[in-house]
């Protein structure tokens, strides 16, 4: 389910991306997740060995695959919002120059 979960928030902010304004620097965002949801599906692919492809249930520490997804998702977050604060917004000159 952490797989779905990571493509619904790729989809999204890409759709949100092509409406929004550049200064949120969505395209980041977007890249970060579209990459952690292949490493996710190449994840899935090597370690299938047959049944359910989609999980609703994990082994690990965090037992439901929907709070997996969203758990991996706040560091990607917590990255863009650290990218978005460090840096400055272009100043557009007056007068041309």
């Given at each position: 389910?952490?797989?779905?979960t990571t493509l619904v928030a790729a989809i999204a902010v890409t759709a949100i991306w092509y409406v929004k304004p550049k200064i949120y620097k969505l395209?980041?965002?977007s890249l970060m997740l579209?990459?952690?949801?292949i490493m996710i599906l190449v994840d899935h692919i090597l370690g299938?060995?047959?049944g359910a492809f989609i999980e609703m249930e994990t082994d690990g520490l965090i037992t439901n695959g929907t709070l997996l997804g969203i758990v991996m998702l706040i560091p990607i977050f917590v990255l863009w919002e650290v990218l978005l604060i460090t840096s400055k917004p272009k100043a557009k000159?007056?007068?041309?120059t």
């Open positions: 389910m952490w797989l779905v395209d980041i965002l579209w990459g952690t949801s299938f060995e047959g000159s007056i007068g041309g």
